[in-house]
C-alpha cells in the first residue's frame, strides 16, 4: 500500500504542474466552471506532494510573487467600510490555497509544451462552443457557459497567447503542433467576435503593441512581425462571419455617447458604463484612502435616492471599470494594491537577455514565448478592466492568478535547484 502511494505522489510531483498548465486555459472555457479545473487540480498535487516542497527555500522572485499573493489576500479579506472588519472569506480563502500551489509548481513545474497544448484546446473549445451557440441555437451573441463579457474577453486572451506562442516557436514545432496553435489562436479570437463584446477589444489594442515592442526592443522584430501577421490573419478569416453584427454595435457607441452627454441616458450600454463612472468617481472622492466596502452598494442605493445617479446603477454589483470600482471599494490603498498585482508581472515576464537565456548561453525561443505569454496576461487584464470588472467574477480571479503561478514556475525551471 505504501509503495502505491509512493507511486502516485511520485507521478504527481513529475506530472501534475504539467496538467494543472494544459487543464487550466484547456478546460476554461468550454467546460462548466472549467477554469476551476486547473486551479483545483493544483491544490490537490501541492497537498498529496507536501513533503517535496515544503523544506525548498523559493529563489527571490518567488519569494516577492508570494508576498504579492498574500497582500491580494488581505485586500480581498478585509472589510474597509465604514464599519471596518472582515469581509466575505471566498476570494481571500482562494488566494491564500494559491500560496502551496505556488511553491509546488516552482519545485515541480510544468512543461511548457503543456501550456501550449492547453492554450490550442482552450481557443478550439471556445470558438467552437461560440459557433454551436451562434449558429446552431441563433443565439444573438455567444456567452459560453458565463456571461457574453467574461466569455469574449477570456477566449480573446486564450487566442491572443496561442497566436504568440505559434508566431514564436514556428520553427521550432511540426506541422501538426502549427495547425493545433493556429486553430486555436483563430476560433479564440473568432469566440470573442461571436460574443460581440466590444469592451475587450480594448485589450488588444494595448496588449498587441505593447508585447510587438517588447519583442522588438529585445532584437526580435522579425517576431514581432512574425505575430502581427499571425494576428491579422486570424482577424482576416474570421471577419466574413460576425462584420454585420460588430459593425452594428461598434456603429451604436457614438449615438450612445451623446445621448448620455446630451440627456444623461444611462438606459444604454455605452451610458451604463458613464453613469457607473461617474457615480464610483464621487463615491471614492467621498472617501479616498478606504472606500465604502461592503456599503458600496447601500451607498449606491442611497446616492439614487438622493437624485444623484440613475436608477439603472443598482441593477448591477460593479461599476464596470476596474480601478473606478476599486476605488469606490476601498480607496486609493486598494487601487494601489491592484496597480502593483497588475503591472508587476510585467516586470516578472519582460523578455530581458537573462530571463530568456538557455544553458547554453543563446536565447532560447521557448523561454521567449513563455515570457510573452506571461505579459499578455496583465496586459489583457488592463484593457478589459477598462469597462468591466474582471475581478468581481471567479473566472477573472482564477484565471489570472493560476495563470500567473504556471507561467512563472515554467520560467523558474532550470533556474534553482530542486530537491
Known amino acids: 500500500m505504501s509503495s502505491a502511494a509512493d507511486a502516485c505522489r511520485d507521478w504527481l510531483w513529475r506530472q501534475g504542474s504539467s496538467l494543472a498548465a494544459f487543464l487550466l486555459p484547456g478546460a476554461a472555457l468550454w467546460l462548466p466552471s472549467g477554469y476551476s479545473w486547473g486551479a483545483l487540480w493544483l491544490l490537490l498535487c501541492a497537498l498529496v506532494c507536501v513533503r517535496g516542497w515544503w523544506r525548498l ?16 489576500a488581505l485586500l480581498w479579506g478585509i472589510d474597509t467600510g465604514p ?18 500551489c505556488l511553491l509546488f509548481a516552482v519545485a515541480a513545474p510544468p512543461r511548457p509544451s503543456a501550456l501550449w497544448a492547453g492554450l490550442a484546446a482552450g481557443g478550439i473549445g471556445s470558438g467552437a462552443l461560440a459557433l454551436v451557440q451562434r449558429y446552431g ?10 456571461n457574453p463579457v467574461q466569455y469574449g474577453d477570456l477566449s480573446l486572451l486564450l487566442g491572443l497567447m496561442a497566436l504568440g506562442a505559434l508566431a514564436l516557436l514556428w520553427s521550432a514545432r511540426s506541422p501538426a ?8 489562436g483563430l476560433l479564440g479570437l473568432l469566440g470573442s467576435l461571436l460574443s460581440q463584446t466590444r469592451g475587450g477589444w480594448l485589450a488588444l489594442l494595448l496588449a498587441a503593441p505593447v508585447a510587438g515592442a517588447a519583442l522588438a526592443r529585445r532584437g526580435y522584430a522579425a517576431q514581432a512581425g512574425k505575430l502581427a501577421l499571425a494576428l491579422m490573419a486570424a482577424l482576416l478569416l474570421t471577419w466574413p462571419l460576425v462584420h454585420t453584427e460588430l459593425t452594428e454595435r461598434l ?10 452627454d446630451a440627456q444623461r441616458d444611462a438606459g444604454t450600454s455605452i451610458g451604463q458604463r458613464l453613469e457607473h463612472w461617474r457615480l464610483a468617481a464621487h463615491m471614492g472622492a467621498a472617501r479616498p484612502l478606504l472606500g465604502w466596502g461592503s456599503a458600496y452598494m447601500e451607498e449606491k442605493a442611497r446616492r439614487v435616492a438622493a437624485g444623484q445617479a440613475r436608477p439603472g446603477v443598482l441593477e448591477y454589483t460593479h461599476a464596470h471599470n476596474e480601478l473606478l470600482d476599486m476605488f469606490a471599494r476601498r480607496g486609493l490603498i486598494g487601487v494601489a494594491l491592484l496597480l502593483l498585482y497588475l503591472l508587476a508581472p510585467l516586470a516578472l515576464f519582460w523578455p530581458t537577455p537573462a530571463r530568456i537565456r538557455a544553458a547554453d548561453g543563446s536565447a532560447d525561443p521557448v523561454r521567449l514565448a513563455l515570457c510573452l505569454t506571461g505579459i499578455l496576461l496583465p496586459l489583457a487584464y488592463l484593457g478589459f478592466g477598462l469597462t468591466q470588472v474582471f475581478f468581481a467574477h471567479n473566472s477573472g480571479h482564477l484565471f489570472y492568478l493560476f495563470m500567473l503561478i504556471l507561467v512563472h514556475a515554467a520560467l523558474r525551471a532550470g533556474k534553482i535547484p530542486h530537491g
Not at 251 to 260: D, K, L, M, P
Open 177 to 184: 503542433w502549427r495547425f493545433l496553435l493556429g486553430a486555436g
Open 251 to 260: 456603429a451604436r457607441i457614438g449615438a450612445e455617447v451623446h445621448a448620455y
Open 83 to 100: 464599519h471596518p472588519g472582515m469581509a466575505a472569506p471566498e476570494t481571500a480563502l482562494k488566494y491564500l490555497a494559491a500560496l502551496p
Open 57 to 72: 527555500r523559493p529563489d527571490p522572485a518567488t519569494g516577492w510573487l508570494a508576498l504579492l499573493i498574500a497582500l491580494m
Open 137 to 146: 441555437l441563433h443565439l444573438d451573441r455567444a456567452h459560453g457557459l458565463t
